[in-house]
């Protein structure tokens, strides 16, 4: 069965610079989710979509800013990035928003160095 | 903000032991999920519980929603090492601290 694919699944970038993150959710499902967990954390949430509209939105820094295409694709995109930053994104998707089964992917780890 | 705890934050048990975590929320939950993290992997959904009171199973996991539903409980009854993990509740999109559990053979 297909999966939740996030790219790429390693990043690491130098202070203050840029990163996208990329989420192609699972075919069907036009809720996705994107989680931060720092190294033995829980998944904090950062911002969901559904159909591509901001649905709801958590602890995201103001340098975050995330979207969704009309494909149902999502993006995470990251600016001056801080040694803080390091961590595994994960995206999730769910055939519905609200208390649905939310499908992990891989995550990508990023190193900010 | 809405706060999620989970207790114990770690245990330790000893194969075929048994092991429970509790999950309580600051608020009323519509709804409560739980979550498996195994080492180095991504959160795995194992169950949703929706009414007050409701309990379900799972082969040797056992769910439980509080009468209040702003608490659950998660048991697992004779540990096996394939248990290994981070077990998080959710409620509301916010994660629990989680629990991680270690059996040892």
């Known amino acids: 069965a297909a999966g939740v694919i996030q790219s790429p699944r390693h990043l690491i970038k130098e202070k203050r610079e840029t990163a996208t993150l990329k989420c192609y959710p699972i075919p069907r499902h036009d809720t996705v989710y994107w989680y931060q967990q720092g190294p033995g954390q829980d998944p904090q949430f950062l911002i969901s979509?559904?159909?591509?509209?901001?649905?709801d939105k958590g602890s995201i820094p103001d340098r975050f800013s995330a979207q969704q295409f009309s494909d149902y694709h999502s993006e995470l995109n990251m600016s001056s990035l801080e040694l803080g930053d390091s961590a595994l994104y994960f995206c999730a998707s769910s055939p519905r928003t609200g208390g649905v089964e939310q499908f992990f992917g891989p995550g990508t780890r990023l190193t900010v160095l | 903000g809405q706060q999620v705890m989970q207790i114990p934050q770690y245990q330790h048990v000893q194969e075929g032991e048994d092991f429970t975590t509790y999950c309580n929320s600051s608020t009323t939950l519509s709804n409560i999920q739980w979550y498996k993290q195994r080492p180095g992997g991504h959160p795995v959904f194992l169950i949703q519980l929706v009414k007050s009171g409701e309990v379900k199973k799972q082969k040797r996991l056992t769910f439980q929603f509080g009468e209040a539903k702003k608490n659950s409980s998660l048991h697992i009854t004779a540990t096996q090492t394939t248990d290994v993990g981070t077990y998080f509740c959710?409620?509301?999109?916010?994660f629990g601290q989680g629990t991680t559990l270690q059996v040892k053979p």
């Open positions: 959710t409620g509301k999109l916010i």
């Open positions: 979509f559904y159909e591509k509209m901001q649905s």
